[in-house]
T-cell receptor, first 109, second 115 residues
Framework: AQRVTQPEKLLSVFKGAPVELKCNYSYSGSPELFWYVQYSRQRLQLLLRHISRESIKGFTADLNKGETSFHLKKPFAQEEDSAMYYCALFNNAGNMLTFGGGTRLMVKP | DTEVTQTPKHLVMGMTNKKSLKCEQHMGHRAMYWYKQKAKKPPELMFVYSYEKLSINESVPSRFSPECPNSSLLNLHLHALQPEDSALYLC??????????????FGNGTRLTVT
């Protein structure tokens, strides 16, 4: 069975501090991993996906197959980064998507 | 194991069939959601029930009909679908009503194929 774990429900940092939102997964095949973000009272939106290896809004995430992790990082947090962040995994067949429980990021001024 | 259970996991239906997708949660959450996801794009919101009342309908065609029989159950009735409706349908719930900021809990989805 595939599983996604986000160990922190809440992460609070000061503006300008580095931030890392943790995501660990268990899956026997080669997963495709995503980070989604939901700002307050807005719709869920895709932040980034591991296969594109891009940086969006200063966020990056590297797939570490050895540690089965896909942590989301940003060197300098901004107040507007405050939101709920969800890590998600697609199986090989692309027919099952599993979300983690989400981490609320609060960036304080 | 997800706390939001969706059945069936896979469904193949013809364009003249009538079928239903089911979603269940026993966390006491007051809001339940249906999302549609295609081609690994972000899930698109379809419907939101808040305190068992339909609060958001994102202009979804009438061939999709949601139903919330009680606070733990959410159904999506399907009739006369088109092949382009083939997608992954995700159910989610959240503790607060739809206007709150409580986290979403997602089911694993139903993979629907319309032939």
């Amino acid at each position: 069975a595939q599983r996604v774990t986000q160990p922190e429900k809440l992460l609070s940092v000061f503006k300008g501090a580095p931030v890392e939102l943790k995501c660990n997964y268990s899956y026997s095949g080669s997963p495709e991993l995503f980070w989604y973000v939901q700002y307050s009272r807005q719709r869920l939106q895709l932040l980034l996906r591991h296969i594109s290896r891009e940086s969006i809004k200063g966020f990056t995430a590297d797939l570490n197959k050895g540690e089965t992790s896909f942590h989301l990082k940003k060197p300098f947090a901004q107040e507007e980064d405050s939101a709920m962040y969800y890590c998600a995994l697609f199986n090989n067949a692309g027919n099952m998507l599993t979300f983690g429980g989400g981490t609320r990021l609060m960036v304080k001024p | 194991d997800t706390e939001v259970t969706q059945t069936p996991k896979h469904l193949v239906m013809g364009m003249t069939n009538k079928k239903s997708l089911k979603c269940e949660q026993h966390m006491g959450h007051r809001a339940m959601y249906w999302y549609k996801q295609k081609a690994k794009k972000p899930p698109e919101l379809m419907f939101v029930y808040s305190y068992e009342k339909l609060s958001i309908n994102e202009s979804v065609p009438s061939r999709f009909s949601p139903e919330c029989p009680n606070s733990s159950l959410l159904n999506l009735h399907l009739h006369a679908l088109q092949p382009e409706d083939s997608a992954l349908y995700l159910c989610a719930s959240s503790q607060d009503g739809a206007e709150g900021d409580s986290p979403l809990h997602f089911g694993n989805g139903t993979r629907l194929t319309v032939t």
